[in-house]
């Protein structure tokens, strides 16, 4: 894992869009792997703007998110295909066909979970994952305790996230128990991840998923064993951690070839 602590959450989104934007100008067909909730809007703001100042192209690329509430329709406010379009598909030339999240309608779930692996798979796997964290060590809705190597399925959500949650809901009684979600197996077969994480409330998480042992009880953890993933954090969610001065100084020292 490679550390990365910048002043705010604006600079580490403009560095971690300066990723996706490289990758995308290589490769114009690449798979990204999308996450919805708070902390990615202004990754997803600099990867617009990339697109309106600096013609990124994003016709050819493909795109399969995270997770989505179970029994919510698509259009419902708080469905995590509206969250995509609102927060990007409408503002990018992205071509909707090419846009992947799980149906919270499927009737039969474990079918749908099956052909959404598929779906990967066919695409040639997942490029570049973009990641948040929950304040209890999630990542997409698998939660403290799920099996680490565990593929897209429906899990229920722990009281905490749902608590955690109820913000976007006006309520806990209005927030789904249950998500369709990527594994954790899932994630791990990203080529790329990019986890960002910001705030004061995942000093915790954070600390335990990168310093912490590795164990299901944090699933984040699980991405010591990832071979390339950069973790983003402003200085609040990097006050937990115990070796923050010798990551800056890694970022900071960085040979210019790597330079990101
Ligand atoms: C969202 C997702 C979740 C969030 C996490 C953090 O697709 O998979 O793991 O990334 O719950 O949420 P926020 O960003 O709202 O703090």
Same mark, same amino acid.
């Given at each position: 894992?490679?550390?990365? #602590?910048?002043? *705010?959450? %604006? &600079?580490?989104?403009?560095?971690?869009? @300066?990723?996706? $934007?490289?990758?995308? =100008?290589?490769?114009?067909?690449?798979?990204?792997?999308?996450?919805?909730?708070?902390?990615?809007?202004?990754?997803?703001?600099?990867?617009?703007?990339?697109?309106?100042?600096?013609?990124?192209?994003?016709?050819?690329?493909?795109?399969?998110?995270?997770?989505?509430?179970?029994?919510?329709?698509?259009?419902?406010?708080?469905?995590?295909?509206?969250?995509?379009?609102?927060?990007?598909?409408?503002?990018?030339?992205?071509?909707?066909?090419n846009t992947? #999240?799980?149906? *919270?309608? %499927? &009737?039969?779930?474990?079918?749908?979970? @099956?052909?959404? $692996?598929?779906?990967? =798979?066919?695409?040639?796997?997942?490029?570049?994952?973009?990641?948040?964290?929950?304040?209890?060590?999630?990542?997409?809705?698998?939660?403290?305790?799920?099996?680490?190597?565990?593929?897209?399925?429906?899990?229920?959500?722990?009281?905490?996230?749902?608590?955690?949650?109820?913000?976007?809901?006006?309520?806990?009684?209005?927030?789904?128990?249950?998500?369709?979600?990527?594994?954790?197996?899932?994630?791990?077969?990203?080529?790329?991840?990019?986890?960002?994480?910001?705030?004061?409330?995942?000093?915790r998480a954070?600390?335990?998923?990168?310093?912490?042992?590795?164990?299901?009880?944090?699933?984040?953890?699980?991405?010591?064993?990832?071979?390339?993933?950069?973790?983003?954090?402003?200085?609040?969610?990097?006050?937990?951690?115990?070796?923050?001065?010798?990551?800056?100084?890694?970022?900071?020292?960085?040979?210019?070839?790597?330079?990101?």
């Open positions: 894992m490679e550390i990365v #602590i910048l002043k *705010g959450v %604006a &600079q580490a989104c403009q560095v971690a869009a @300066r990723l996706v $934007e490289s990758l995308v =100008r290589e490769k114009p067909d690449a798979v990204l792997g999308l996450a919805t909730g708070s902390t990615p809007v202004r990754l997803y703001a600099e990867m617009i703007r990339a697109h309106c100042e600096a013609g990124l192209d994003f016709g050819r690329v493909r795109t399969f998110n995270l997770d989505e509430y179970a029994g919510l329709p698509r259009d419902h406010e708080q469905s995590y295909y509206r969250f995509m379009r609102e927060k990007l598909f409408d503002h990018v030339n992205i071509n909707p066909a992947n #999240i799980p149906n *919270g309608l %499927a &009737q039969d779930i474990p079918a749908h979970c @099956r052909a959404y $692996e598929d779906a990967i =798979r066919q695409a040639g796997g997942v490029d570049l994952q973009i990641l948040g964290i929950g304040a209890n060590g999630h990542i997409g809705f698998n939660e403290p305790t799920s099996s680490l190597v565990s593929r897209t399925r429906i899990k229920s959500l722990t009281r905490h996230t749902i608590e955690e949650n109820a913000r976007f809901f006006g309520g806990e009684d209005e927030v789904p128990r249950h998500v369709i979600t990527m594994g954790v197996g899932t994630i791990m077969e990203s080529r790329q991840i990019v986890m960002l994480a910001f705030g004061e409330k995942k000093a954070v600390a335990d998923m990168i310093e912490g042992p590795l164990t299901s009880y944090v699933p984040a953890s699980i991405l010591q064993m990832h071979p390339n993933t950069k973790v983003f954090l402003d200085e609040e969610a990097a006050m937990e951690l115990k070796r923050s001065e010798y990551y800056k100084w890694v970022y900071e020292n960085k040979p210019a070839w790597q330079k990101f």
